[in-house]
């Protein structure tokens, strides 16, 4: 990261609209899906585990094409590979509703992960390249707003759409928008020519001279994979202690639930505006103190304040999300040249995503062997509140080894 942003191209205000909708589409494509698979497993006559692909080839096309989407970006144009993006969403979608079976309906969604990975990998690089001198962190922050937006609006909106449709017409809902936000872009959106890149160097050694000369990013996607797994474990674990710990029905879950999505919707643009107003590294780092201060908070408030214990730290651990995201990726892209932002906008993507299967995988792991969940009877709430505690305990030591591998930044 750095203190000081470069100067920018002036700032073009139609390319934000086109840009946010990218976003809030893939995220939007993430969540979505998930309120139908019921529904889905009811109309294939499918276990529950067999639709569960359903969420998962999306995800896995976002991870796989996050670094193969930025790449491409740099080569043909980040405005060409955006509208190529937004096609192939339009597309899986629509092949989504069409689908005679399961298996058909998984490789249109891998299909429609593919073109988000394009959208939200590609959208944040072109975001950088139109936002003007001192708006960056602004930028970075709208982006968060309305990927959390998107996130907390698919179940609510999916919900709807399933209640009136049926699962075909959830589908065919993000076929017009996404042809939508195509037109839009390619209106609204600069063509800058395409360039050519050098391989990034790895360890930014330093060597060599302008366009070539790239700093080392590994300390901030590392920092970004980290956080990503906390987040995913907040998400995992945090349904499971509310049903089996605090005995909530289905509807308040999903109340509590929208607590942290509601919060970064809050807090997205200002935490862009104090990146602007006092630099990447102070504001990182400040994101990454609330974020450990929230997990210790959820490893310790909840046995003892229950409900209100779980929600207060939420809401310090989800600020604290959102002010790290801005400032990271805002310090990330000013390091490098315009012609590597793609690139190593599709790193950060891939670390993130890397970051929430690792955080399901493990955390959730964790706080099953800590609450006792492999065996035939519920565990007691005190046990689940156990499998909270070591669950977060376990964050906080990741956020500080975020802290630890951004020491040197400057």
């Known amino acids: ?20 909708l990218a976003v809030l589409l893939a995220a939007l494509g993430t969540s979505i899906a998930n309120v139908a698979l019921p529904a889905l497993s009811a109309a294939f006559a499918a276990p529950f585990a067999a639709v569960q692909g359903v969420v998962v080839a999306y995800l896995a096309g976002m991870t796989v094409f996050a670094l193969i989407a930025g790449r491409l970006g740099d080569r043909f144009g980040l405005k060409p590979m955006l509208l190529l993006g937004l096609v192939l969403f339009a597309l899986g ?23 988000a990975a394009f959208m939200m990998t590609l959208a944040t690089a072109l975001m950088r390249e139109t936002a003007g001198t001192g708006r960056v962190g602004r930028a970075m922050g709208l982006l968060g707003t309305v990927s959390a937006m998107g996130t907390a609006l698919g179940p609510a909106l999916g ?16 076929v017009p928008l996404g042809l939508g936000t ?18 990034i160097r790895a360890m930014g050694s330093g060597d060599g001279d302008g366009e070539h000369a790239v ?41 509590v639930l ?18 602007d ?22 490893a310790l408030l909840p046995p003892v304040a229950g409900l209100w214990g779980y929600v207060g730290a939420l809401l310090v651990l989800t600020p604290g999300y959102q002010l790290f995201l801005a400032a990271n990726t805002t310090g990330t892209l000013a390091q490098v040249p315009a012609a590597r932002r793609g690139t190593v906008s599709g790193l950060l993507g891939l670390a993130r995503n890397l970051g929430l299967i690792a955080g399901a995988a493990l955390l959730g792991a964790l706080f099953a062997w800590g609450a006792g969940l492999g065996g035939v009877d519920p565990p007691s709430p005190s046990a689940v509140a156990g ?24």
């Open 1 to 20: 990261m750095i203190e000081r942003l470069e100067d920018g191209p002036k700032h073009r205000w139609g390319a934000d609209v086109p840009l946010a």
């Open 93 to 115: 979608s629509g092949l989504c509703a069409l689908a005679p079976g399961l298996p058909q309906l998984i490789a249109a969604r891998a299909l429609q992960g593919i073109g």
């Open 159 to 174: 919900g709807g759409v399933l209640e009136m449709g049926g699962w075909r017409a959830l589908f065919l809902l993000l």
């Open 182 to 199: 195509f037109a839009l872009a390619g209106l609204a959106l600069p063509h800058p020519p395409a360039a050519r890149p050098a391989a």
């Open 215 to 255: 700093p080392s990013v590994w300390p901030n996607l590392l920092a970004n994979l980290l956080v990503a797994m906390v987040m995913m474990g907040t998400l995992v674990v945090g349904p499971f202690y509310l049903r089996l710990g605090v005995g909530l029905a289905d509807a308040a879950i999903g109340l």
């Open 258 to 275: 929208a607590v942290g999505p509601g919060v970064s919707m809050v807090t997205g643009v200002p935490a862009g505006r104090l990146v």
């Open 277 to 298: 107003r006092f630099g990447a590294v102070p504001v990182s780092r400040a994101g990454l103190g609330l974020l450990g201060a929230g997990a210790i908070l959820l």
């Open 387 to 410: 499998g909270l505690r070591v669950t977060f305990l376990a964050a906080a030591g990741l956020i500080l080894a975020a802290l630890a591998v951004t020491a040197r930044m400057r």
